[in-house]
């Protein structure tokens, strides 16, 4: 045990650069996952056939292919239209294409579970429809949407180290050069899921943070004791 | 001389090729309450939202103070600001305080600074007694309440007309009385009010005029006297007995 502890000491500071990698991947994707989902959400909601058409065909797309594909498609064959990007920009992109696709749908559940009566009261009131989701839609969803939503930073941070596979420095990668130069790939590779796990509990923590510094009285789903 | 707000002009609605209403005249005038009743599934909230054009009619015509409104080139968003509107299920804006609620529409609709608008919503709320609950969320009010944050709602906006869609049918029965007793406040105060309602209390007490919804048709409109007491078409005799005997006897209990 004393060893292990001893060598989780020694490579901490080598893979903890690499958890700096992933956690920017994870923060960009996230953001660009957020960017993207959310407009194409209120586009499958709202959006006339054509725009509804657009963000089906995305979702469906990006959820329905491997990440590790899209990555690829991304890192390796744009390059032959003439389109290159750095290898952490190309994790930027796929990773948050991808995220977009699910949170998207994670927004689109949300949205719809507010009910088509808000949007009637606010239009009665004179609002028109853009004004209605930004004041009265989107701080309902959004609220609502946090518990499930949750899982999307999670997985991101996870499938955020298909990266290694373009040799970005991430955690995966260094803990892969670990493993190569201690000859322990064991103790190397339960130090990177150490550290992944305790990346997500604060990623957690954080959100379950955002989620009562909102929390209005009587809007949290009821809780079902059967 | 009472004046016309509304006037509505062979007003049709068809949905999945089923006609909900069929050639609607009504006139409503400043000051009046007129209130709709009739069998469920009859076109009294359809029309209701027609007037509003939250539902666009397919044809006919809506006149709201000497202007056509159902026709291309109306911006509808403004047409709405002239009407207050009453919902069955309250739909407050559950993300917002009662005070968030009734400010909503004056800052973000009307443009008033956050100032202007609570004092203007302070007196509403206080209006339809409220005054005591601003600070809480909707999750935390009572049904008779929210429905009269919804109403103070309405009224903030300083409509021409306020339209409500079955105030008091989904509320407790002993929740009642403190939602009509502010519709019946707001028509002593000359506020023009259309109600879609079962409450014959109300109707036969508060109500200019009664007008019988059946089939997508009016079948008969008068005043309460005419309508309870002398009705011409034996159908709203029978409607109209019917649903008094059914109040009357819950009421006893």
Redesign the interface.
Known sequence: MIEFVNFFIKYFPDLYQGALITIRITAVGLGLGFVLGLPAALLRVYGGKYFRWLAVAYVELFRGTPVLVQLFVIYFGLPDLGVTFSRLTAAYIALGLNSGAYQAEYFRGAIQAIGS??M?????????RL?AIR??IL??AL?LVIPSWTNEPISLMKASSVAFLIAVPDLMTKGKLVAARTYDPIASYICVAIIYIVMVFIMTGFVQFVEKKVR????EMEELRV | MTKPIIEVKNLKKVYGGREILKNIALTVNEGDTVVIIGPSGTGKSTFLRCL?L?TYPDSGEIWLDGKLINVPGVNQ?????H???V?Q?F?????LTALGNVM??LT??KGLNQETAKEKAMKELRHVGMQDHID?????LSGGQKQRVAIA?ALA?DPRVILFDEPTSALDPELIGEVLGVMKKLALEGMTMVCVTHEMGFAREVADRIVFMEGGVVVEEGNPNEMFYHPKVQRTKEFLWKITELYASSEKK
């Open positions: 009566g808000q009637m009261a606010a239009r009665s009131l004179g609002m028109n004004r004041y009265i701080p309902q609220r209005v009285p009587g809007f | 509003n939250l968003d403004e047409v709405r600001q009407y207050g509107m919902f299920d739909l407050l804006f559950n993300h909503i529409g973000k609709v809480q969320y909707p999750g935390q709602r906006m």
